[in-house]
């Protein structure tokens, strides 16, 4: 009986660090629909700037 009772305790101490830990993994993943449902809230990367040098380079390395 003490040992049932013992194990009882340890797991009923570890048990609000787990929920902690738990709780601080599982916010990132519970934000993201929360910030799909803002249509206003997209984060867009900047266009590249086309230069054209692989077309330059494409023709300089077929003529050599």
């Not at 266009?47 to 494409?58: D, E, N, R, S």
Request: avoid cysteine; glycine fraction near 6%; aromatic fraction near 2%.
């Amino acid at each position: 009986m003490n040992r049932v009772t013992a194990t009882a305790l340890k797991t009923l101490r570890l048990l609000p660090r787990a929920m902690l830990i738990l709780m601080l993994l599982a916010a990132p993943v519970l934000a993201v629909p929360m910030m799909r449902t803002h249509t206003g809230s997209i984060i867009e990367a900047p266009a590249p700037k086309k230069t054209g040098v692989g077309f330059v380079l494409l023709v300089s390395l077929q003529r050599g």
